[in-house]
């Protein structure tokens, strides 16, 4: 799956959004627990300080008075982090008294400005204990009248807060862990299974590029099934403007061919007439230029078309038979190293020309014989195999400027060998329009050597 495939950004997306919401989703369940946890822990230091309250309340000679008891037997075990004071706070009889717990020690007193009061008149806080155990402490003040003021406090060891709080963040952690895990594994599910019928059309597409397919065929889904027609007219929309661009060519070619040749013939019957040769030779010119760039028109309206693949071989070994025959009276080998798996992204007729107008030219110079080699070139990371058709012969070759000047439309560098010059003109302009290149070098046996470089498949 690549990177930036709409899969990948889906899937990334929505893995971020789901660890987002899992997060925050956390926070907010651990600190409410914990808000409950310290809620129910405060519950029962407030029921430990109104018992504390009400003994105050007794006098000091009655029996009731059980400030050691208070039915937890924590404030009796020494530094137990469990404790209770009552603190007199009137200055003429300052006296405390405390749990056994406290062990001689005191608790810290709340400080007014920082703590404040609930609406009992209750003040709630951590603070630090005798024992360096972090405490959660109340507090209240309770004012007896000519019987005094006191401060009465209650703490308990806020590891029991802490430690419930942590086994729940725990819990907390792997259970979301866990169902993180089960809704990413959902996420690409759906992501692979929704996005499926996108992958069959992007594969459709491909086959039509490369010919295997001429339409999308199948059901899709009612999201989709809209796409898939409106990629159907659009082919059939395109095929119809080529089938009208080549009707327009061909008219054109008829309509403008008659008038040359009729201008052509009129002048050849004052052959003596030098206006007459003069008309004859531009005649020629405007029928090569005529030919040419028609020629350019119904290759460019040829391969606009959805692309078509066409066999190699049979069309290479086809031209062998029929330019051996052709040349038979001079004796032209030709030897052909054929690459059976070989194909052409385009069209039969456009790789014939292409590779006849070589092979013919190569025929024409060569002394007795000719070379063809098809090879497939392996494609790089992403990148489509390249078709090289290389043909060489044994004739005298061409010179560098030459070469350059060959390839040019109408130019030909000896008038004695029959043909227009438009051949290696029209092969550099179709498979340059194919994307492709044609290439021209010194032949190892001796002559010229053609390259024709295509996509393939």
Same mark, same amino acid.
């Given at each position: 799956?690549?990177?930036?495939?709409?899969?990948? $950004?889906?899937?990334?997306?929505?893995?971020?959004?789901?660890?987002?919401?899992?997060?925050?989703?956390?926070?907010?369940?651990?600190?409410?627990?914990?808000?409950?946890?310290?809620?129910?822990?405060?519950?029962?230091?407030?029921?430990?300080?109104?018992?504390?309250?009400?003994?105050?309340? *007794?006098? %000091?000679?009655?029996?009731?008075?059980?400030?050691?008891?208070?039915?937890?037997?924590?404030?009796?075990?020494?530094?137990?982090?469990? #404790?209770?004071?009552?603190?007199?706070?009137?200055?003429?009889?300052?006296?405390?008294?405390?749990?056994?717990?406290?062990?001689?020690?005191?608790?810290?007193?709340?400080?007014?400005?920082? &703590?404040?009061?609930?609406?009992?008149?209750?003040?709630?806080?951590?603070?630090?204990?005798?024992?360096? @155990?972090?405490?959660?402490?109340?507090?209240?003040?309770? =004012?007896?009248?000519? %019987?005094?003021?006191?401060?009465?406090?209650?703490?308990?060891?806020?590891?029991?807060?802490? =430690?419930?709080?942590?086994?729940? %963040? #725990? #819990?907390?952690?792997?259970?979301?862990?866990?169902?993180?895990?089960?809704?990413?594994?959902?996420?690409?599910?759906?992501?692979?299974?929704?996005?499926?019928?996108?992958?069959?059309?992007?594969?459709?597409?491909?086959?039509?590029?490369?010919?295997?397919?001429?339409?999308?065929?199948? /059901?899709?889904? *009612?999201?989709?099934?809209?796409?898939? $027609?409106?990629?159907?007219?659009?082919?059939?929309?395109?095929?119809?403007?080529?089938?009208?661009?080549?009707?327009?060519?061909?008219?054109?070619?008829?309509?403008?061919?008659?008038?040359?040749?009729?201008?052509?013939?009129?002048?050849?019957?004052?052959?003596?007439?030098?206006?007459?040769?003069?008309?004859?030779? @531009?005649?020629?010119?405007?029928?090569?230029?005529?030919?040419?760039?028609?020629? $350019?028109?119904?290759?460019?309206?040829?391969?606009?078309? &959805?692309?078509?693949?066409?066999?190699?071989?049979?069309?290479?070994?086809?031209?062998?038979?029929?330019?051996? /025959?052709?040349?038979?009276?001079?004796?032209?080998?030709?030897?052909?190293?054929?690459?059976?798996?070989?194909?052409?992204?385009?069209?039969? @007729?456009?790789?014939?020309?292409? &590779?006849?107008?070589?092979?013919?030219?190569?025929?024409?110079?060569?002394?007795?014989?000719?070379?063809?080699?098809?090879?497939? =070139?392996?494609?790089?990371?992403?990148?489509?195999?390249?078709?090289?058709?290389?043909?060489?012969? %044994?004739?005298?070759?061409?010179?560098?400027?030459?070469?350059?000047?060959?390839?040019?439309?109408?130019?030909?560098?000896?008038?004695?060998?029959?043909?227009?010059?438009?051949?290696?003109?029209?092969?550099?302009?179709?498979?340059?329009? #194919?994307?492709?290149?044609?290439?021209?070098?010194?032949?190892?046996?001796?002559?010229?050597?053609?390259?024709?470089?295509?996509?393939?498949?």
């Amino acid at each position: 799956m690549r990177a930036n495939s709409l899969a990948t $950004r889906l899937f990334l997306s929505a893995t971020a959004w789901l660890v987002v919401i899992l997060a925050i989703t956390g926070f907010v369940l651990s600190s409410v627990y914990r808000d409950a946890t310290e809620r129910a822990f405060d519950r029962r230091l407030n029921l430990h300080l109104r018992n504390l309250v009400a003994e105050v309340a *007794v006098p %000091d000679d009655s029996p009731d008075r059980q400030f050691q008891s208070l039915g937890e037997p924590l404030f009796k075990l020494p530094l137990s982090g469990w #404790y209770w004071q009552i603190a007199r706070t009137d200055v003429e009889k300052a006296d405390m008294r405390a749990s056994r717990s406290l062990w001689d020690r005191k608790l810290p007193k709340l400080d007014d400005q920082t &703590v404040e009061l609930t609406a009992a008149g209750i003040r709630v806080a951590y603070v630090d204990g005798p024992e360096g @155990q972090t405490l959660r402490l109340v507090e209240r003040a309770v =004012d007896l009248g000519s %019987d005094g003021s006191f401060l009465v406090s209650v703490a308990g060891d806020a590891s029991e807060i802490f =430690d419930e709080t942590r086994s729940f %963040d #725990y #819990y907390l952690g792997g259970t979301f862990t866990a169902l993180g895990i089960v809704l990413l594994l959902t996420t690409i599910f759906q992501v692979r299974f929704g996005l499926a019928p996108l992958k069959r059309i992007s594969e459709a597409i491909a086959n039509i590029r490369s010919g295997r397919a001429e339409r999308l065929d199948g /059901k899709f889904p *009612v999201e989709i099934a809209p796409l898939a $027609r409106e990629t159907n007219a659009l082919i059939d929309a395109n095929r119809e403007i080529v089938e009208r661009a080549r009707t327009h060519v061909g008219n054109l070619a008829h309509a403008i061919k008659t008038p040359l040749s009729v201008i052509v013939n009129e002048a050849s019957a004052r052959s003596g007439d030098p206006f007459a040769a003069k008309v004859m030779e @531009q005649a020629g010119m405007m029928r090569d230029q005529v030919a040419h760039h028609l020629e $350019r028109a119904r290759i460019a309206a040829r391969v606009s078309i &959805v692309a078509t693949i066409s066999e190699v071989a049979p069309i290479i070994e086809a031209l062998r038979r029929t330019m051996e /025959k052709i040349h038979r009276d001079r004796g032209i080998v030709i030897d052909l190293r054929n690459d059976a798996s070989a194909r052409f992204r385009g069209e039969r @007729q456009d790789l014939e020309e292409m &590779v006849g107008n070589l092979v013919d030219n190569a025929c024409k110079w060569a002394l007795s014989r000719v070379a063809i080699d098809v090879v497939v =070139d392996a494609p790089a990371a992403e990148a489509n195999p390249l078709l090289r058709i290389t043909v060489d012969d %044994d004739g005298r070759g061409l010179s560098e400027s030459e070469r350059t000047q060959v390839a040019r439309r109408g130019k030909r560098l000896d008038e004695s060998k029959p043909g227009s010059g438009l051949g290696l003109s029209i092969v550099v302009d179709l498979a340059a329009l #194919y994307g492709g290149r044609l290439e021209l070098s010194s032949a190892p046996i001796g002559g010229l050597r053609a390259e024709l470089v295509l996509p393939g498949i």
